[in-house]
């Protein structure tokens, strides 16, 4: 392999010669090991000892930053999902509880157990739910479900009630339970005059309108362990 030396020529009068004194012209170290020389064989005084050295410095500088970079990337990754699981842990919170309860266990409170004076109760069902799920795929009856307590939730939240829970196609509604009023009762009056309402808008897989019966009820010294 052809290496290139970069020096001068110097007259040797004793014996009438001329010497040349040089070094390997070379950029990296990689070019210097791979002619069989080390950066000691090349003299102190020569600049390419410096060319070299800062080119390892910048290549080692490159190589941090890089590594850096990526760790910084993995971190702020990290970071973000971190977040989007605590975003999802207070939307299950707060679709659970009531508010001021969600807010506390999120802080890690305690919540002891409340007693309400009265409520009022909302309990719905689909008519001929179970000859829907008869002619039905599973899917199929989810996507309606789905549909249908999505629109049933937007409005709880219009009205200002608390969803107890939702078991297969029951519906469970409370008046005077995540905060205390007196006229508990018509709220939950005017949510089932709209969970009929809503109801007509969202099909069945065969192509029916849902229809809804249900029950309300006020209940006197009920309890509720939060």
């Not at 919540?111 to 795929?137: E, H, N, W, Y």
Request: with cysteine; glycine share 6%; proline share 4%.
């Amino acid at each position: 392999q052809v290496m290139e030396v970069k020096g001068q020529m110097i007259h040797v009068p004793e014996s009438s010669t001329l010497m040349f004194l040089g070094s390997p012209r070379v950029d990296k170290l990689e070019e210097l090991m791979g002619r069989g020389l080390y950066l000691s064989d090349i003299p102190i005084h020569d600049a390419t000892r410096d060319v070299i050295l800062v080119g390892q410095q910048a290549k080692a500088q490159d190589g941090l930053k890089n590594r850096m970079d990526k760790l910084k990337a993995t971190l702020e990754k990290t970071h973000q999902a971190l977040e989007e699981e605590k975003r999802r842990t207070v939307d299950l919170l707060y679709s659970i509880f009531p508010g001021d309860v969600a807010q506390k266990l999120w802080q890690g409170e305690s919540v002891p157990a409340r007693k309400f004076d009265d409520v009022t109760m909302l309990f719905s069902d689909i008519v001929g739910f179970t000859a829907v799920c008869a002619q039905c795929t599973p899917m199929q009856v989810i996507s309606m479900l789905n549909e249908l307590y999505t629109r049933f939730d937007y409005q709880c939240g219009i009205l200002d009630v608390y969803k107890i829970e939702t078991i297969g196609d029951a519906y469970c509604v409370a008046g005077g339970l995540h905060q205390k009023i007196d006229s508990h009762a018509k709220p939950i009056a005017l949510m089932a005059l709209k969970m009929m309402e809503l109801s007509e808008e969202v099909l069945t897989p065969d192509s029916k309108s849902i229809k809804t019966e249900g029950v309300t009820q006020t209940r006197h010294r009920g309890y509720n362990a939060e």
